[in-house]
């Protein structure tokens, strides 16, 4: 009885957000226009700062890297939701669903380091300015890049070898719209106690350093902004980091709304609210809260608009 329980499972379920045939095409409906704003905005803030000579500071160039890792992040779980929608089928395969959470937790993991990197950025040019550029240089701007990369695949490897070595039940249905850690996790038949100490583990690194670095600039930005004799200086110093703290307030405000709340029959709904906030959301707003309060991203997008606007014919 109990190997029949541990057979090998080749895939598994997702129960998506909703059960109901009747929410599948409205939940379609709902979620391909955001995805497609999603990469198209994105997309756009990438090229804006490529093709903008004054875009080329480091500032914009941690943003452009933020809308790379958005267009990935939103791309791991949503096509694959959509096309369960649409065919009303569950299914992914067993290798999927470990690529799929290997590439949520790497994606979403860079998206709050590169949100702490930023924070550093605003930190040293507000808190710093004579030795903004000198420390801030291309070299230092793409080590702390390619360091971000390396320890978010570190941990999602770690998570995802971990994760292909257990066996899991028959029942392999999960109350998610994609392959995460806890949902799989409730799925195994293995001793699951080593996985729970790495999760626990690089949660608190991954999860509070970032933290750290984002309250400790801030708290000495405000210091120094509110230091600023004049009004219009104060003003000046926070626009230059107002976008960027919405964003992280979106982000953080997500965690504590969601997750700080007692345990309760509902847990798997508020999870699939977070992730919604999280690769859904705040990845199609992005571009919107970078872009409407930035006078040079704005000047950046409309000469982006002029150069691809298509050219009329020339009258014979």
Request: with cysteine.
């Amino acid at each position: 009885m109990e190997q029949e329980n541990q057979t090998a499972v080749s895939e598994f379920l997702l129960l998506g957000l909703s059960e109901k045939p009747e929410h599948q095409i409205f939940l379609f409906g709902l979620f391909l226009p955001m995805y497609l704003v999603t990469i198209f905005g994105n997309l756009l803030i990438i090229l804006a700062i490529i093709t903008d000579l004054h875009l080329h500071t480091p500032m914009y160039f941690f943003l452009s890297n933020l809308s790379l890792i958005d267009i990935f992040f939103s791309s791991t779980t949503v096509p694959k939701m959509l096309v369960n929608l649409w065919t009303q089928s569950k299914a992914i395969p067993f290798a999927g669903c470990l690529a799929q959470m290997y590439a949520f937790h790497l994606f979403g993991t860079m998206d709050s380091f590169l949100l702490a990197v930023m924070a550093i950025d605003r930190f040293m040019a507000i808190v710093h300015p004579l030795h903004y550029l000198a420390i801030m240089s291309p070299r230092v701007c793409g080590l702390l890049v390619v360091g971000s990369w390396l320890i978010t695949n570190l941990q999602s490897i770690v998570h995802t070898s971990l994760m292909a070595q257990l066996t899991f039940c028959a029942a392999s249905e999960t109350p998610h719209f994609f392959c995460d850690l806890m949902p799989l996790l409730k799925l195994s038949c293995s001793d699951t106690h080593t996985n729970e100490l790495v999760i626990f583990a690089f949660g608190i690194v991954m999860g509070i350093s970032p933290l750290v670095c984002k309250v400790f600039s801030y708290t000495c930005i405000f210091r120094t902004i509110f230091r600023i004799p004049s009004a219009l200086g104060k003003w000046k110093a926070f626009s230059t980091c107002g976008s960027h703290l919405t964003v992280v307030t979106l982000f953080y405000g997500t965690i504590f709304a969601v997750y700080l709340q007692p345990a309760s029959p509902t847990s798997s709904q508020k999870d699939k609210a977070a992730a919604l906030m999280y690769a859904v959301i705040i990845p199609m707003l992005n571009p919107f809260i970078y872009s409407l309060r930035n006078k040079d991203m704005k000047a950046a997008l409309r000469k982006l608009g002029g150069k691809v606007a298509p050219i009329s014919p020339r009258a014979e």
